[in-house]
């Protein structure tokens, strides 16, 4: 017969396991999906090459890695043709980034601010967009963009246009507008969740001792909702450096290729594998610095919040 110190470990030993065992299917998830492919690629780049049929020999003895195909990836970063394809994807990144930021900010002040009763209505607008693939969007645009499309008809009408122009030939504006029009919905979501934490009497309380609206919201409002900022920049930049399609599709020409770009062309080509495994590895590892200082931001900003 079991007395109640027994019945109390038996109750601390299931709680023990039970957050574990709902967290493992996600766990395995991410083994299967995530850790395992990653190895893969490390192994394809660190591979030696195939005498025979060209590209790699993926070596999955991490004692036999060769990495040797890195420092031909750097040395074309710091001193070839492949430092400005860098370079260019960082200034879309940036650019994109800056105009969605411009973009999405009002939207989510305005959302969680003034809404009312149209915060729902307004919301699924800017969550419709997630129902369509992100590759018939573009597709879209390049209808829209064509020499007869209805871009260029509307600019001629109003006389803001002579003749038809080219926008998808190797224009940076389009590749950069075409980041902007994908991504932007990621970056106003948290953007729209950070405004929407922060309590209405902290604002009111800076206009009862004198701010003006612009005054409380550039004191107030902004540094709160830094966070926010943050973390919807780092969630649209992301998946920004890593983008190929975009600039296939509404540009097409090598002067607007992304790094995104030289990796599809690499991997496909097959003679290519190992410089294209080689050349995702480099840009994880840039992308993880970008996390890196995301993470350590948020713990600094939680640390500060308990003080």
């Given at each position: 017969m079991s007395g109640p110190d027994e019945g109390g470990r038996r109750a601390v030993g299931e709680k023990r396991w039970l957050w574990p065992s709902l967290a493992a299917p996600g766990v395995i998830w991410l083994v299967l999906l995530f850790l395992v492919p990653l190895y893969a690629v490390l192994a394809v780049a660190?591979?030696?090459?195939?005498?025979?049929?060209?590209?790699?020999?993926?070596a999955w003895n991490p004692l036999a890695w060769d990495p040797s195909e890195f420092g031909t990836i750097l040395g074309e970063i710091f001193g070839g043709q492949l430092g400005f394809v860098f370079l260019r994807t960082l200034i879309y990144v940036a650019v994109a980034t800056f105009l969605s930021l411009l973009i999405g900010y009002p939207v989510a002040y305005y959302v969680s601010r003034h809404a009312g009763r149209w915060r729902v209505p307004l919301l699924l607008l800017i969550i419709a967009p997630f129902w369509i693939n992100y590759l018939m969007r573009m597709l879209a645009w390049v209808n829209l963009l064509s020499t007869d499309g209805y871009v260029n008809q509307v600019l001629m009408f109003v006389g803001i246009l002579d003749a038809p122009r080219e926008?998808?030939?190797?224009?940076?504006?389009?590749?950069?507008?075409?980041?902007?029009?994908?991504?932007?919905?990621?970056?106003i979501l948290p953007l729209f969740a950070a405004l929407d934490r922060i309590d209405p009497r902290v604002i009111e309380a800076a206009r009862d001792l004198g701010a003006s609206p612009a005054r409380a919201f550039f004191a107030v409002t902004l540094p709160l909702s830094s966070q926010g900022i943050l973390a919807g920049c780092v969630i649209v930049m992301l998946p920004m450096f890593g983008d190929y399609y975009t600039a296939t599709l509404l540009s097409g020409s090598p002067k607007t290729n992304m790094v995104g770009k030289l990796?599809?062309?690499?991997?496909?080509?097959?003679?290519?594998?190992?410089?294209?495994?080689?050349?995702?590895?480099?840009?994880?590892?840039?992308?993880?610095?970008?996390?890196?200082?995301?993470?350590?931001?948020?713990?600094?900003?939680s640390r500060e919040a308990r003080s």
């Open positions: 660190m591979g030696a090459p195939d005498p025979i049929f060209g590209g790699a020999l993926p926008w998808l030939v190797g224009k940076h504006s389009t590749v950069i507008l075409g980041l902007v029009y994908g991504y932007v919905p990621f970056l990796i599809e062309q690499d991997i496909l080509s097959g003679a290519g594998s190992g410089r294209g495994a080689a050349l995702t590895v480099v840009l994880m590892m840039f992308v993880g610095i970008l996390m890196t200082y995301y993470l350590y931001s948020v713990a600094r900003a």
